[in-house]
């Protein structure tokens, strides 16, 4: 490991709660591995204080600004510009500067629909011309909305526990998007049973939610389905064993972590992130029933 000096680059997440965040494990690691002299740390920033935060991006000169709960919205707001990712979802989930020469303006992004994408082809799921459902009309349902639409999927259908969010959310897929509001027990079974691919994009499963999103019944899973569940902490969560019971795939969300983190990285470096180091990293975080 470097050890920090007068020239380290300094990068960080905000969020609040942060002290779980394992972004330090991941960035951390890559820089190792990569030789660079860069450090990340973690800073709790309050709701409502985002805008500040990042301003001090350019008081302190940070390299980079990856930004989680819950102030991706603002930190959107605060920023110079949005990339094209960003500007749809009106988040950005990370802040680099422009790259272009004499310009120092802030740019916001989010690289958490992309991080998804590779996440899924690390497992040979390719969403193109299949139905697709997200559970949650969030922040998360949103990017994996959008990239799942993007990607080509058949159709998305997105479960909201409101009505109006998903619609919202569902809007995002375009002719694709479906909503269907989560109390549709009917829609709800339709949705999954005829679905390719399930997202899971809501806190069910952690410490303290219920077991399984909306109450869902796993006879509904079988062989042909592909569950992404995005929580990665616990590792395996009820939804989990519920799809793989009945002979589905089901994975964690910890994939789409690494590469989320890692497009961050390529952002502010201009380099390849170092993948396998990440995922070894954060698997000596987790431990080993990680999977």
């Known amino acids: 490991m470097i050890l920090p000096r007068g020239s380290t680059r300094v990068a960080a997440v905000i969020g609040d709660p942060i002290r779980h965040s394992l972004s330090p494990v991941l960035h951390n690691a890559a820089f190792d591995a990569l030789g660079i002299d860069w450090v990340y740390v973690a800073f709790r920033v309050r709701r409502g204080q985002a805008g500040s935060a990042v301003e001090a991006m350019r008081t302190l000169d940070l390299g980079g600004l990856s930004v989680t709960m819950p102030h991706k919205a603002e930190a ?43 996440a899924l082809a690390d497992d040979g799921v390719d969403p193109a011309g299949r139905s697709c459902v997200v559970l949650g009309a969030g922040g998360a349902a949103r990017a994996a909305t959008l990239a799942l639409a993007d990607a080509g999927a058949r159709s998305v259908t997105v479960v909201g526990r409101r009505a109006e969010a998903a619609r919202d959310c569902a809007f995002l897929a375009g002719r694709a998007g479906r909503p269907v509001e989560g109390a549709d027990m009917e829609g709800l079974r339709d949705s999954i049973t005829d679905a390719d691919v399930v997202v899971n994009a809501t806190p069910a499963g952690m410490e303290g939610q219920p077991p ?80």
């Open 212 to 291: 399984l999103p909306f109450g869902l019944d796993p006879r509904w899973f079988g062989p042909h389905h592909f569950v992404a569940d995005l929580v990665y902490a616990p590792a395996v969560t009820d939804l989990m064993v519920a799809a793989r019971d009945r002979g589905a795939t089901a994975v964690n969300g910890l994939g789409m972590l690494i590469h989320q983190a890692g497009r961050q990285l390529e952002l502010w470096t201009g380099r390849p992130a170092p993948l396998e180091a990440m995922t070894a990293a954060a698997g000596e975080a987790l431990g080993p029933h990680r999977q």
């Open 76 to 118: 959107a707001r605060a920023v110079d510009r949005l990339g094209p990712v960003a500007a749809r979802l009106g988040v950005a989930n990370t802040v680099s500067w422009s790259g272009h020469a004499g310009d120092t303006a802030l740019v916001g992004e989010s690289t958490d629909p992309g991080g998804l994408i590779d």
